[in-house]
């Protein structure tokens, strides 16, 4: 995986990888990989489980925002 950043050169990330072995529904993981729009299953497995991550990530930042009172930028002045 490539991170980059306006005006930085490339900077390649390593992911240590291992093997698993899991029982998946051969077609609900074809359905996926389609869905996603990736070429293989194990880049289905990832993106998947990159998605459910993300959630989880958006969900606890709302939950930390709940009851922070936003106001309207005209409102922090004066």
Known sequence: MVSR???KTAKIV?????SR???LNPAR???ARRALGVPTA???IETALDMVTFRHELAEG???LR???IRPPEALDG
């Open 67 to 69: 009851g922070i009172a």
């Open 29 to 31: 993981v074809e359905e």
């Open 21 to 23: 072995t899991y029982r």
């Open 5 to 7: 950043k306006p005006g």
């Open 62 to 64: 709302t939950r930390v």
């Open 14 to 18: 390593r992911e240590i990888k291992v």
């Open 42 to 44: 194990t880049a289905a």
